[in-house]
């Protein structure tokens, strides 16, 4: 997981972006070596995420988009990929951010620094 900031000086809307990584797979039609046993995860897609940004005065960050699909190719392998998209904030004003996949919760925390 990352979360970046992107001010609107830098020619994108201002938003803060968390972003999630799921699993690698070969690309259609890849012909190198594939390890074995493959891991068995399952699509980002399939995992019924919600992300909440927490602030350090208790309430939530608003978030902007509902989440963005997507992937990373390299190599002949795409990695599963998914942003939520939130209001900028200075990063000394958050302390975690909560995902929850399939019911399950994760949390982590946002260091000062």
Known sequence: M???NYPSTQGLTGSLLVHL???SEPEPGFI???PTP?????????????VWVLRSDGTTQPQKK??????????GWVTQSEEFAFD?????????ILI????????????AK
Request: a positive charge; proline letters at 9%; charged letters at 20%.
């Open 100 to 111: 929850s996949a399939n019911g399950k919760l994760l949390l982590r925390e946002v260091p």
């Open 38 to 50: 493959r891991p068995v995860a399952k699509p980002l897609a399939d995992m019924h995420l919600q």
């Open 88 to 96: 900028p904030a200075e990063r000394a004003e958050l302390t975690a």
């Open 32 to 34: 190198g070596r594939i």
């Open 21 to 23: 990584m799921g699993i």
């Open 66 to 75: 509902h989440n963005i699909p997507g992937g990373l190719g390299w190599g």
């Open 2 to 4: 990352t979360v970046t």
